[in-house]
């Protein structure tokens, strides 16, 4: 920590958004008047890259500072463990931290929780102690038993299809306004409880599918669109099973640009209440997003099965006196959040039990050391380190969404259409960025190459072609991937067929009895 650090630390994730959407990066609609007002204080970050393309990675690593293939929190493994969290270190020096969100991922059952003194989940479908409790325990056990992961998947599409229903329609109500009173009456009681500084997280899901914004946004920025009408599931446009025209395109992105414009009204609620209580030159502020979306590009729709840069290059500001106003164009990545906020408050990370690893801080990952991503000659370098140690590369790793690709099975075969095994939908990714360069390591389909300097768009696939640039990442990629492990290994599949339940061991059937899954 430097001398003048603020006592205080506000993490904001913008739930998918995408940077290009945005004032400060440029966009010309005014979604955003609050963060431009942010962005003249704070440094806005180009080229700031997500360790994956959704939810419980990202967060997984931005609170572990591990890689998502060490963390091991995925879709297949729906849960962090055996990793200790910045929270737990934050609150074992003695920081009040707290954790709130509407997003189904970031809950006790995932253990991102982890930590906070107080976390609240607004999720529209399961209230907090439900996703704590049975459904936690319930589905840790599917996942863990080979022979019962069609049951899981079976208890997947009843979900997705409740989530479809209950979360459609004028009933959607925005829970940003309850999160963000929630965090002000957080700051409020933690400096009731002493003088050591406090750190808030919180996760804003405005902009995540399905969009339903407020009507004075969406009279704002979709005049006469119908959110009921326009499609919302991206599951059916990505299966065939739904085509989308330009003008909808064109509705569906006011309905998004109306979505974030609701997110920056109610950051700039917190703000100015932080301003007007004069604890905003005493806190350090970060926003991001943890990933961004698709609308048509590429052919896909929502962030799944791709790693391209409306997904992966995500928007960052940081409001912090040892870094001053302005803009970079460095490669930052989401994980160096984890060694910054250590480093704000002058703490480190050890194991919370013996058996969870903590990674320690380091400074080469904190954007307030002068030494920041001077990776050449560290010592016990991690994998993208060892692999581009002038720090100038991003890595990405992506395992295949359960979730999303259930129900992208289900769309398709309700529209008499058979996805191909062998497509982007069943691929595992992984890929190094930089800011001119990109490559995609994919494993069932041809690998993807671009040249971001040139062809910003990614459309033109450079795979094979003499290009140095793309040479020097995959070369880059090819070594975290061997730090790494390599691929990763497929799920085990299996049907739950009655000979395979009075095969379960009897503790696996003691606790789904337990659970109510069987009598």
């Known amino acids: 920590m430097t001398s003048g650090s603020p006592s205080n630390v506000l993490f904001v994730v913008m739930d998918t958004v995408r940077k290009d959407h945005l004032g400060p990066y440029g966009y010309e609609r005014d979604t955003t008047p609050g963060l431009d007002a942010f962005a003249e204080e704070g440094t806005v970050f180009d080229n700031a890259v997500a360790p994956a393309p959704w939810t419980l990675p990202v967060h997984a690593s931005m609170f572990t500072g591990m890689y998502p293939s060490r963390h091991g929190a995925d879709q297949e493994?729906?849960?962090?463990?055996?990793?200790?969290?910045?929270?737990?270190?934050?609150?074992?020096?003695?920081?009040?931290?707290?954790?709130?969100?509407?997003?189904?991922?970031?809950?006790?059952?995932?253990?991102?929780?982890?930590?906070?003194?107080?976390?609240?989940?607004?999720?529209?479908?399961?209230?907090?102690?439900?996703?704590?409790?049975?459904?936690?325990?319930?589905?840790?056990?599917?996942?863990?038993?080979?022979?019962?992961?069609?049951?899981?998947?079976?208890?997947?599409?009843?979900?997705?299809?409740?989530?479809?229903?209950?979360?459609?329609?004028?009933?959607?109500?925005?829970?940003?306004?309850?999160?963000?009173?929630?965090?002000?009456?957080?700051?409020?009681?933690?400096?009731?409880?002493?003088?050591?500084?406090?750190?808030?997280?919180?996760?804003?899901?405005?902009?995540?599918?399905?969009?339903?914004?407020?009507?004075?946004?969406?009279?704002?920025?979709?005049?006469?669109?119908?959110?009921?009408?326009?499609?919302?599931?991206?599951?059916?446009?990505?299966?065939?099973?739904?085509?989308?025209?330009?003008?909808?395109?064109?509705?569906?992105?006011?309905?998004?640009?109306?979505?974030?414009?609701?997110?920056?009204?109610?950051?700039?609620?917190?703000?100015?209440?932080?301003?007007?209580?004069?604890?905003?030159?005493?806190?350090?502020?970060?926003?991001?997003?943890?990933?961004?979306?698709?609308?048509?590009?590429?052919?896909?729709?929502?962030?799944?099965?791709?790693?391209?840069?409306?997904?992966?290059?995500?928007?960052?500001?940081?409001?912090?006196?040892?870094?001053?106003?302005?803009?970079?164009?460095?490669?930052?990545?989401?994980?160096?959040l984890y060694h910054t906020v250590l480093d704000t408050f002058d703490a480190d990370a050890t194991a919370a039990a013996a058996d969870e690893e903590a990674v320690r801080f380091d400074a080469t990952r904190s954007l307030l050391a002068d030494e920041y991503r001077e990776f050449d000659g560290v010592d016990d370098a991690d994998p993208a380190q060892e692999a581009a140690p002038d720090g100038e590369t991003g890595f990405v790793e992506y395992s295949r969404p359960v979730v999303e690709l259930k129900q992208l099975e289900e769309k398709a075969a309700d529209a008499g259409i058979e996805l191909d095994e062998d497509s982007r939908f069943y691929a595992r990714m992984r890929a190094a960025r930089r800011a001119d360069a990109k490559y995609v390591r994919i494993d069932r389909i041809e690998d993807e190459a671009y040249r971001l300097d040139e062809d910003a768009e990614e459309t033109e696939n450079l795979v094979g072609a003499d290009d140095e640039a793309i040479d020097e990442v995959e070369a880059e990629l090819a070594v975290f991937e061997n730090a790494v492990g390599g691929a990763w290994t497929s799920a085990a599949a299996g049907e739950v067929t009655d000979e395979a339940v009075e095969e379960m061991d009897e503790e696996i059937q003691d606790r789904l009895q337990d659970l109510g899954y069987m009598e």
Not at 205 to 217: G, I, N, R, S
């Open 77 to 336: 493994n729906p849960y962090l463990e055996g990793a200790t969290t910045l929270a737990q270190s934050l609150s074992a020096a003695g920081h009040e931290t707290a954790c709130y969100s509407s997003n189904a991922w970031i809950t006790p059952y995932t253990h991102l929780t982890d930590g906070f003194d107080d976390q609240d989940n607004f999720f529209e479908v399961m209230p907090g102690d439900l996703l704590s409790g049975p459904l936690a325990r319930m589905w840790q056990v599917l996942n863990d038993n080979p022979r019962l992961r069609k049951l899981a998947d079976m208890i997947v599409s009843a979900g997705n299809t409740a989530h479809e229903y209950l979360s459609s329609g004028e009933g959607a109500d925005s829970k940003t306004p309850r999160v963000i009173d929630r965090t002000k009456a957080f700051v409020e009681d933690a400096e009731a409880e002493g003088d050591d500084g406090w750190f808030s997280f919180i996760n804003l899901m405005d902009a995540h599918l399905p969009y339903h914004p407020p009507e004075e946004f969406r009279e704002e920025f979709a005049p006469g669109v119908d959110s009921t009408e326009v499609c919302q599931n991206s599951k059916l446009y990505n299966s065939g099973a739904r085509d989308i025209d330009d003008a909808e395109w064109d509705d569906i992105r006011g309905l998004y640009d109306a979505e974030i414009a609701h997110i920056d009204s109610q950051l700039t609620r917190l703000f100015d209440w932080l301003k007007e209580t004069d604890r905003w030159d005493d806190t350090a502020v970060v926003v991001c997003a943890d990933h961004g979306e698709l609308h048509g590009e590429h052919g896909l729709y929502g962030h799944e099965f791709g790693l391209y840069d409306p997904l992966v290059n995500v928007p960052l500001l940081v409001k912090h006196p040892e870094l001053g106003a302005g803009r970079r164009a460095d490669t930052v990545e989401l994980i160096d």
